[in-house]
């Protein structure tokens, strides 16, 4: 199965920074591909967070992952400043797709690119439901 290539090209609306810890690091004492998940869910945390908002409730629902992709391009190494961005693409009724970018803080070399595809849930009926506004709101009003 070929891989999936994610384009690198997208407009910033959030970023923030974090150093590589002990946890982060796998038996080939490098960044593990677990982590650079959990950081791109970190960088959404956080933007969401800005914005008054949370995963569990954008506005009247939460939100749910239905598929992630990572492209995993360089190692990152214990005590390294990382800078994690994010952004918007194929943003519909339900759904919309989160874009990231880890990149070494000082040399701007790209560590690792991903995608997280997202909808918007109602976790009480168990089921998708539209985008509310104020989610909407911050898609259009959180750039840079």
Not at 8 to 16: D, I, Q, T, V, Y
Not at 21 to 28: E, I, Q
Not at 82 to 104: A, H, N, S
Request: charged share 15%; proline share 3%; net charge negative.
């Amino acid at each position: 199965m070929p891989q999936t290539k994610i384009d690198p090209l997208f407009e910033a609306l959030f970023s923030c920074n974090i150093q590589v810890r002990v946890a982060d690091l796998n038996y080939g004492n490098h960044l593990s591909n677990d982590r650079v998940l959990s950081y791109f869910h970190e960088v959404r945390v956080l933007w969401l967070s800005q914005n008054n908002l949370s995963e569990l409730d954008v506005g009247g629902c939460g939100l749910i992952m239905t598929g992630a992709n990572v492209e995993y391009l360089q190692q990152a190494h214990l005590h390294q400043q990382l800078t994690l961005t994010l952004g918007l693409r194929e943003v519909g009724k339900v759904r919309f797709t989160v874009i990231y970018q880890l990149c070494d803080s000082q040399t701007n070399h790209v560590i690792a690119l991903g995608e997280t595809h997202m909808g918007c849930f109602d976790y009480q009926n168990q089921k998708p439901t539209r985008a509310p506004q104020s989610l909407l709101d911050i898609f259009t009003h959180s750039k840079m």
